[in-house]
């Protein structure tokens, strides 16, 4: 069997680009060279975007060249909702995180559903939950919705909704509902990911999952998540899950050392609560010293007085 190039096009032979090289210009040679390939193969320059003839380009095809926000433009709104400054250590992440969704949201292959909202909002409870200004953290998570077209309320009523399914469920049945058995919110949201080719995962809905198993008291380790992770999106919706193992793992990796560094704040707080204490307990040691001082003082003066009264009694 031929492998060579030369069993599918027929390209000229050494012999006959010598000939052509010594009777003609090499841009000429390589024009003709180029022009016999373009023949040969039947490429064809003209492309439109999304005019292909497949299901996907069928589907989404009426989205090329829509305009959409950028993700420098997302950052922008969310810093103008905002109005104040991010605390140094979170503006990295927070950075991160408005980009990260904003491109998740501006995929024309996204679908939101409550295991999202869920997954959303559990993330921001966690990376935040640190966070040293309590009122500024609120505005930090509502101008991040806004910034890119979320409205706060509704996530937090589609998230109430799957948690409060999934509380007092066992794995099992979870398992059932993620492969379409029943009516439950979460049976229509695995029904509507299964009968769809191009449904698209996001670590929102990984999260999401991971905020379901611990509603059943799942033991909430990277290893014992993990399996089921990889049941509950390979084997129950029958979809790739090796991204959202990946994403198992880091969930819990972040959220260890966010647990190492509450930590770290309560001893160092703890520290800072004992030397006030020592502090206030010194200034108040020494302001009973100079009480003791004053009335001593006060109690000599008094007994000289007496005396150079008595004195000057006995001179008259």
């Not at 921001?124 to 101008?143: A, F, G, Q």
């Not at 969930?251 to 647990?259: A, E, N, Q, R």
């Amino acid at each position: 069997m031929a492998t060579s190039a030369s069993a599918f096009v027929s390209t000229p032979s050494l012999n006959a680009l010598s000939r052509r090289s010594s009777t003609k210009p090499l841009y000429s040679f390589l024009d003709e060279i180029d022009e016999d390939l373009d023949k040969a193969l039947g490429r064809r320059v003209e492309y439109k975007a999304g005019a292909a003839d497949s299901e996907f380009a069928k589907r989404f095809g009426h989205l090329a060249g829509k305009e959409i926000k950028t993700v420098g433009e997302a950052f922008r709104d969310f810093t103008d909702m905002l109005g104040s400054p991010i605390n140094a250590l979170y503006k990295n992440m927070m950075t991160d995180i408005v980009g990260t969704l904003h491109l998740i949201l501006v995929n024309g292959r996204f679908q939101r559903d409550g295991i999202f909202s869920l997954g959303l909002l559990t993330s921001l409870e966690l990376l935040l939950r640190n966070y040293p200004e309590e009122d500024i953290k609120s505005d930090i998570v509502s101008s991040l919705l806004k910034s890119v077209g979320l409205d706060e309320e509704e996530l937090k009523v589609e998230a109430r909704v799957i948690e409060d399914w999934a509380k007092g469920k066992t794995k099992d049945e979870i398992s059932a509902a993620l492969q379409g058995e029943g009516d439950s919110p979460v049976s229509e949201i695995a029904r509507a990911a299964k009968g769809d080719e191009f449904w698209m995962y996001s670590r929102y809905f990984g999260i999401g999952l991971i905020r379901m198993m611990e509603c059943t008291g799942i033991e909430m380790e990277s290893e014992t998540c993990y399996p089921i992770m990889e049941e509950w999106i390979g084997t129950c919706l029958g979809k790739p899950y090796f991204t959202a193992c990946n994403d198992n793992d880091t969930y819990f990796k972040v959220k260890g050392k966010l647990d190492m560094m509450e930590t770290l704040m309560k001893e160092v707080e703890i520290r800072e609560k004992k030397r006030l204490a020592q502090r206030l307990e010194d200034k108040a040691e020494a302001a009973l010293r100079r009480a003791d001082k004053e009335v001593r003082l006060q109690k000599e003066i008094a007994s000289d007085t007496e005396k150079i009264e008595e004195a000057e009694v006995l001179t008259r």
